[in-house]
DNA sequence: ATGTGACTTATAGTCCGTC
DNA sequence: AGACGGACTATAAGTCACA
């Protein structure tokens, strides 16, 4: 199991559901606009502090960013 | 929200409750014993690799580690 | 607005030990 | 069986210029 592939589309799904940009939401979740990007992307292996921020920045629960579909 | 600390009670409480000892987790989840250690006490700050074969290693979903109580 | 490579600094993560 | 520390090495965190 690649969780990041799944942390990865959570991130992309949830943001774009609430119609934010990348650079929105980095600058919510106070990380980098490309640090953001690379997550989107599968990149980068975020740890659960990052995680946390993000899905705070989303509005949703950490573990929402780990539900695979 | 300390999601480290979230994330360590999940682990212990998971851990006990299939009467591991921290040495056999951290075998199956193939981590180090010593690192294991410190993520149960909430001083580390996981990557979500090491959460997911931490799940792995438990039988459970990465996102339950990060379920609050 | 986003993808990417290269980069530096901080810390994740390992291995040795002691209590 | 588990807490904790020191000394490492690998990689995450964080930033940049440019496409």
């Excluded at 774009?16 to 929105?24: A, D, F, P, S, W």
């Excluded at 490309?34 to 899905?55: D, F, H, K, Q």
């Amino acid at each position: 199991m690649d969780w990041n592939a799944v942390v990865a589309a959570n991130v992309k799904r949830l943001r774009i559901e609430r119609g934010l940009t990348q650079e929105q939401l980095a600058h919510e979740a106070e990380i980098d606009l490309t640090y953001l990007g690379g997550i989107e992307r599968g990149r980068r292996n975020p740890s659960v502090e990052v995680l946390g921020r993000i899905a705070a920045a989303l509005g949703c629960h950490a573990s929402s960013l780990l539900h695979d579909g």
